[in-house]
Structures are given as structure tokens and as C-alpha cells.
């Protein structure tokens, strides 16, 4: 499948990466691999994770406090949110 990132979930992974790299270049490598794979694992079995509401689906990292949103569409995963789990809850659903 081929994965889209709309761009404010690229901004909030920016944004991720360059809070976690001034605390610890090693978290940021750490953040970011989880995030890549969280993602490649999204686009090879988009359906593995369950929908959190309506037809949003939602991946929850392992080691980090953050989920990843998304959305299919025939053969497209869009990715809506990269959010920190103790973010104000549901604002990415404007983004819909």
C-alpha cells in the first residue's frame, strides 16, 4: 500500500523528533525507528489495528507515549495524526 502523510501529522513528527532530539539524540533514533516501523508495519497489514472511530484506525507505539491515526482508502494509507498520548484528545478529527 502506498502510505501519505497529510502534513500536519508530518509537522507533529517534526516536531516529536526535534523535542526528543534536544533531551537525547539516542531517543530521537529510538522515536523515529519506532515510528518508521510502526508505519511500515501500517502499510503491509492496514486492517491489523483496530478502528478507534468510524473509519480511523489507530496504532499505539510500544515504547514511546504515542499513537499513530489513519485511514484507508483503496490502496492508500493517510496518515492523519502522530500524537502524544497525553494530547488533547481527538483534534486531529478536523483533519478529516
Known amino acids: 500500500m502506498t502510505v501519505r502523510r497529510l502534513s500536519p501529522a508530518e509537522e507533529e513528527y517534526i516536531a516529536s523528533v526535534a523535542f526528543y532530539v ?3 539524540p539516542q531517543a530521537a533514533d529510538g522515536f ?3 515510528v518508521e516501523s510502526a508505519i511500515d508495519e501500517i502499510a503491509q497489514s492496514p486492517t491489523r ?3 478507534y472511530e468510524e ?9 514511546f507515549p504515542f499513537s499513530i491515526y489513519y485511514v484507508t482508502e483503496n ?3 493517510m496518515i492523519v495524526a ?3 498520548n ?8 478536523e483533519r478529516l
Not at 55 to 63: C, F, M, Q, S, Y
Open 49 to 51: 489495528y483496530p478502528i
Open 86 to 93: 497525553s494530547r488533547r484528545p481527538k483534534y486531529w478529527r
Open 75 to 77: 490502496d492508500e494509507v
Open 55 to 63: 473509519n480511523v484506525r489507530r496504532k499505539v507505539l510500544d515504547v
Open 82 to 84: 502522530i500524537m502524544h
Open 32 to 34: 523515529a525507528d519506532e
Open 22 to 24: 534536544a533531551e537525547s
